[in-house]
């Protein structure tokens, strides 16, 4: 199951600005997921924003918006994205077979999303390092629960070089020298 850019949707679920500062490698989340939305955007591959009750959690972190010029914003009720009909609508008219999930909490909103577009037929792979919860082994705990229904666990750079495909391609030139150069100074942890 290799990720390709036509076939992919990047998917953001609830990274906002109220809930983040209790959120364990918060900050490291909206980093990871506003560069590979960055990234995804330069790609053409469509990216997805939810927000949970904004009036109480407040909207999208404002660092994460600002990388992503290009999304589409969904507010939902449900803790499962896929749960509120005009989502689950749209994303089957898309025609985007592959979502590639992050956010936060990783053990409610971005976990229920994950089992409903998995119970749906989607390929989900669950972005590891721009996933995250108020306390670490909910994350993880969550994590080992997708990859036991079926979800895969990836890395940024997993996705980035399989969007990517070609070193001899121009997109991949343009994306080296705007994303890629200095990925590998920043320490990252996985939950």
């Not at 983040?20 to 918060?26: D, F, K």
Request: charged share 25%; hydrophobic share 45%.
């Amino acid at each position: 199951m290799r990720l390709s850019r036509e076939k992919s949707l990047l998917l953001i679920v609830d990274l906002q600005a109220g809930l983040l500062p209790v959120i364990e490698h918060g900050e490291q989340a909206v980093t990871e997921a506003a560069w590979l939305g960055a990234l995804a955007g330069s790609l053409e591959v469509p990216v997805w924003v939810t927000e949970q009750y904004p009036q109480g959690l407040g909207g999208s972190e404002p660092r994460l918006l600002e990388a992503l010029p290009d999304h589409r914003l969904w507010q939902k009720l449900h803790f499962g994205a896929h749960d509120e009909p005009a989502f689950a609508e749209a994303l089957a008219e898309s025609g985007k077979r592959q979502v590639v999930l992050c956010g936060s909490e990783a053990h409610i909103c971005v976990m229920q999303t994950g089992l409903g577009l998995l119970e749906a037929g989607y390929e989900v792979y669950w972005l590891v390092e721009a996933t995250a919860s108020r306390r670490v082994g909910e994350a993880r705990l969550a994590r080992e629960r997708m990859t036991q229904a079926g979800a895969v666990a990836v890395s940024a750079d997993m996705v980035a070089y399989e969007w990517l495909q070609r070193c001899d391609d121009e997109r991949f030139k343009q994306a080296h020298r705007r994303f890629l150069k200095g990925r590998s100074a920043r320490p990252l942890t996985f939950n």
